[in-house]
C-alpha cells in the first residue's frame, strides 16, 4: 500500500466498566479500498465503528487518521466529520416527508448569508447526485419526490450520495441491507461499488457475509473484542471464509 | 410505488390542484358564491368584505404562526393569554403615558417573552407542548386577570394617533391592517419554505430523530418557533385593541378554536413535517366568512359553530383526498370497489 491509510488504529481497547468490549484492536483502513468487517452480536463491530466516528473514546490505545494523530480526548462526531468520515445509519438519517433536494442538502443548505436557501442551486446539484454519483435511472424520481416514495434501497443510496456529495473520504455503512428485498439490495450493493469507483473508502458492517465477500476488497473478522481475520478477499473463497466463521463459534458451542 | 409517482404527476388539472393552496381557495370561492346566492344584500356590496379585512388579520397572523408550530410536529394553546397580555400592555401603556410606538414595541416585546418562557418549558422541563402550552395559558391568563384587576380598558383616542393610521388605518374604505396580514402571510411562507429555519421545523416536526443526526439544534430551533409564535400573537393583540380601542381580559379567548380551524381547514397536516401557508391565510378567510355570511343569510347566530365544524371535516378530507386519495379510507374503498 503506496499511500498513507486512512485511518490506523493500534492496540485500541475499550471497556464498560467491567465489560471489555475492544480488547486490543489493530487496523488499517488504505485509501480507496471496500473493507468488510464481519462479526457477532457483541463481537464489538458497533463499538469499533462508535470510537472511529467519535461517538465514544477509546479507553487505551491510539488513532491516527490520515497520518495525523488523533487526541482521543476530543475527538467527538463533528470532529470526525471534518476528517471526512461520515456515517450513514440504517434508518434515522432522511426525513420521510422531505423531497431529495432538502434531504442532500439538510443540515449544511446552500444558502446566502440571510439563511435563505438556494433551492434552484440544490436542486440542480442533487439532480447531479442522482444521475452521477449513484446513477438513479428512469424509476420515476425526480428531486421533487419525498423520501416516502423511496424504496429501502433508493434510500440507502440517496444516503450514501450525500456522504459521497459532501467528499467524505471514509463513508461507513452500517448494516445497510437489513430488511431489504433481494432486489434491494443488489441495488445498495451497487452504490457501495459507486463508493470506490468515486475514490473513496467505505467500511461496510454486515451480517450477511455473503454480500461482504461480493463487493468487499478485504475482510476483517472482529471475535469478541479481537482481530481474528483481516485479509485480502481474493485469498479466501466464500466457502473457507463461512468455514472460518463456523470454526469461532465451535469453542462457544462446546463449553454451552 | 412508481405508479403513484406517475399517477401524481399525470394531467394539468392534478397538477393545478397540486398548486399550495389551489384547493382551498376553491372551498373559499365556492362558499362566497353560495352567500352571494342566499344573501345577495349583503355579498354582492363591498362593505362586508372590508369588514371582514378588518376583523380578519388578528386570528390570521395567530394562525401563521401556529401553522409554523405545527409544522414542527408542536402546538400551542397559549396564544389567547398573549394576545391578552399584549393587548393589556399597550393599551394601559397607551391610556397612563401616552405612549404609542413605544407601547406597541413593549406589548411585542411582552409576546417575545412569554413565548421565550413557553419554549423554555417545553425544552428544557421536557414536557409536551399541549400540555405545557395549556397550563402556560392558564398562568398567563390568570396573571393577566389578576395584573389588569379584572377590569376593561377603553382608549378612544388612539384612533387619529399615527400608530392607529398605521396600523388599523383605513386606505379609503380597505382596512390597511389586512395588508399587514398578508405582509406577515409572505414573510411566513418564506421563512417556512425558503429559509434554513423553516427547514429545520419541517425535519423536527418530520422526525426528532433525524433531525439531530443531521445536526439540527432542535432545541434550540423550537426556542425560536414559540419565541416568534409569542411576538406574532402579541402584534395580533395589538392589532385587535388598535381596532376595537379597547382591552378586555377575555380578549383573545374567542380566537381559540378558529385559529386553530384556519390551520386544519388549511391543509397544515397535525402529524407534523409540512404546512401549508397559503391555505392558513384562505383557512382563516373562511372561517370569517362563514360566521358572517351566514348571520348575513338569516340563519340564527348559533349556527356558526355547527357550519364551521361541517367545513372543516369537508376541507381536511378534501385536503388529504388531492394529495392521495388512498390516504382517505371511504374512497380507498370505493375505488377499490368500482375497480372489480
Keep these: 500500500m503506496t499511500a498513507p491509510p486512512i485511518v490506523r488504529l493500534e492496540n485500541v481497547t475499550k471497556s464498560y466498566g467491567k465489560?471489555?468490549?475492544?480488547?486490543?484492536?489493530?487496523?488499517d483502513i488504505g485509501a480507496n479500498e471496500i473493507v468488510g468487517l464481519i462479526g457477532d452480536n457483541g463481537a464489538g463491530k458497533s463499538t469499533l465503528i462508535k470510537i472511529l466516528t467519535g461517538v465514544e473514546r477509546p479507553t487505551s490505545g491510539s488513532i491516527t487518521i490520515k497520518g495525523e494523530k488523533i487526541n482521543a480526548g476530543s475527538y467527538s462526531v463533528r470532529e470526525a466529520q471534518k476528517l471526512r468520515i461520515e456515517t450513514v445509519y440504517q434508518e434515522s438519517s432522511l426525513g420521510e416527508k422531505q423531497p431529495l433536494w432538502r434531504n442532500f442538502f439538510v443540515g449544511r443548505p446552500i444558502t446566502n448569508r440571510f439563511g435563505f436557501i438556494n433551492v434552484k442551486a440544490q436542486r440542480e446539484a442533487a439532480e447531479h447526485i442522482m444521475r452521477t454519483t449513484i446513477g438513479f435511472r428512469g424509476v420515476g424520481i425526480d428531486v421533487n419526490t419525498p423520501v416516502s416514495s423511496l424504496s429501502g434501497g433508493e434510500r440507502q443510496g440517496v444516503a450514501i450520495g450525500r456522504a459521497m456529495y459532501f467528499e467524505s473520504d471514509l463513508i461507513v455503512l452500517d448494516e445497510p441491507t437489513v430488511a431489504l428485498a433481494i432486489k434491494e439490495v443488489q441495488k445498495v450493493l451497487d452504490f457501495i461499488r459507486s463508493i470506490k469507483a468515486g475514490g473513496r473508502t467505505c467500511i461496510y458492517i454486515e451480517h450477511n457475509i455473503h454480500h461482504v465477500h461480493e463487493v468487499c476488497d478485504r475482510l476483517i473478522v472482529l471475535d469478541r473484542g479481537k482481530v481474528a481475520l483481516d485479509v485480502p478477499t481474493s485469498d479466501m473463497t466464500y466457502a473457507e471464509l463461512t468455514e472460518f466463521l463456523m470454526s469461532l463459534h465451535a469453542p462457544a458451542r462446546n463449553t454451552a | 410505488m412508481a405508479g403513484t409517482r406517475q399517477a401524481a404527476r399525470s394531467g394539468w388539472l392534478a397538477r393545478f390542484l397540486a398548486l399550495e393552496g389551489v384547493p382551498i381557495a376553491i372551498v373559499f370561492a365556492v362558499l362566497i358564491g353560495l352567500f352571494v346566492i342566499t344573501a345577495p344584500g349583503a355579498f354582492t356590496g363591498y362593505r362586508i368584505y372590508m369588514s371582514f379585512m378588518a376583523t380578519v388579520p388578528p386570528p390570521m397572523i395567530v394562525a401563521l404562526g401556529l401553522t409554523l408550530v405545527v409544522v414542527a410536529g408542536e402546538i400551542d394553546l397559549s396564544f389567547p393569554a398573549v394576545i391578552a397580555f399584549a393587548s393589556y400592555v399597550f393599551c394601559l401603556l397607551f391610556?397612563?403615558?401616552?405612549?404609542?410606538?413605544?407601547?406597541?414595541?413593549?406589548?411585542?416585546?411582552?409576546?417575545?417573552?412569554?413565548?421565550?418562557?413557553?419554549?423554555?418549558?417545553?425544552?428544557?422541563?421536557?414536557?409536551?407542548?399541549?400540555?405545557?402550552?395549556?397550563?402556560?395559558?392558564?398562568?398567563?391568563?390568570?396573571?393577566?386577570?389578576?395584573?389588569?384587576?379584572?377590569?376593561?380598558?377603553?382608549?378612544?383616542?388612539?384612533?387619529?394617533?399615527?400608530?392607529?393610521?398605521?396600523?388599523?388605518?383605513?386606505?379609503?374604505?380597505?382596512?390597511?391592517?389586512?395588508?399587514?396580514?398578508?405582509?406577515?402571510?409572505?414573510?411566513?411562507?418564506?421563512?417556512?419554505?425558503?429559509h434554513r429555519f423553516g427547514e429545520s421545523l419541517l425535519f423536527i416536526g418530520d422526525s426528532l430523530k433525524v433531525a439531530r443526526v443531521v445536526g439540527i439544534a432542535t432545541d434550540r430551533e423550537k426556542i425560536k418557533l414559540f419565541t416568534l409564535m409569542g411576538g406574532l400573537s402579541a402584534f395580533a393583540g395589538v392589532l385587535l385593541s388598535l381596532e376595537t380601542s379597547t382591552y378586555f381580559s377575555q380578549a383573545g379567548m374567542g380566537y381559540l378554536l378558529i385559529v386553530v380551524a384556519s390551520v386544519f381547514i388549511g391543509g397544515t397536516s397535525i402529524f407534523g413535517g409540512s404546512g401549508k401557508v397559503i391555505g392558513t391565510v384562505f383557512g382563516a378567510l373562511i372561517v370569517a366568512v362563514i360566521e358572517a355570511g351566514l348571520v348575513a343569510s338569516g340563519i340564527q347566530g348559533f349556527w356558526t359553530r355547527f357550519y364551521i365544524g361541517v367545513v372543516f371535516i369537508v376541507a381536511v378530507t378534501m385536503n388529504t383526498a388531492i394529495e392521495d386519495p388512498d390516504k382517505v379510507p371511504l374512497l380507498r374503498d370505493l375505488r377499490a370497489f368500482t375497480r372489480n
Excluded: C
Excluded at chain 1, 465489560?19 to 489493530?26: A, D, H, P
Excluded at chain 2, 417545553?122 to 398567563?140: C, D, E, H, N, Y
Excluded at chain 2, 379609503?172 to 418564506?190: E, Y
Design chain 1, 19 to 27: 465489560v471489555e468490549s475492544l480488547r486490543g484492536v489493530t487496523l
Design chain 2, 95 to 194: 391610556k397612563e403615558y401616552d405612549l404609542t410606538f413605544v407601547a406597541f414595541g413593549a406589548a411585542i416585546l411582552v409576546g417575545v417573552v412569554m413565548g421565550l418562557i413557553n419554549g423554555l418549558v417545553i425544552t428544557k422541563l421536557g414536557m409536551p407542548s399541549l400540555i405545557a402550552t395549556l397550563a402556560m395559558l392558564f398562568v398567563w391568563g390568570g396573571f393577566v386577570t389578576v395584573v389588569s384587576g379584572g377590569i376593561s380598558l377603553a382608549i378612544p383616542t388612539v384612533r387619529g394617533t399615527a400608530i392607529h393610521t398605521i396600523f388599523a388605518g383605513r386606505i379609503g374604505v380597505f382596512p390597511v391592517q389586512f395588508l399587514w396580514a398578508l405582509g406577515t402571510a409572505v414573510v411566513v411562507w418564506f421563512l417556512l419554505n425558503r
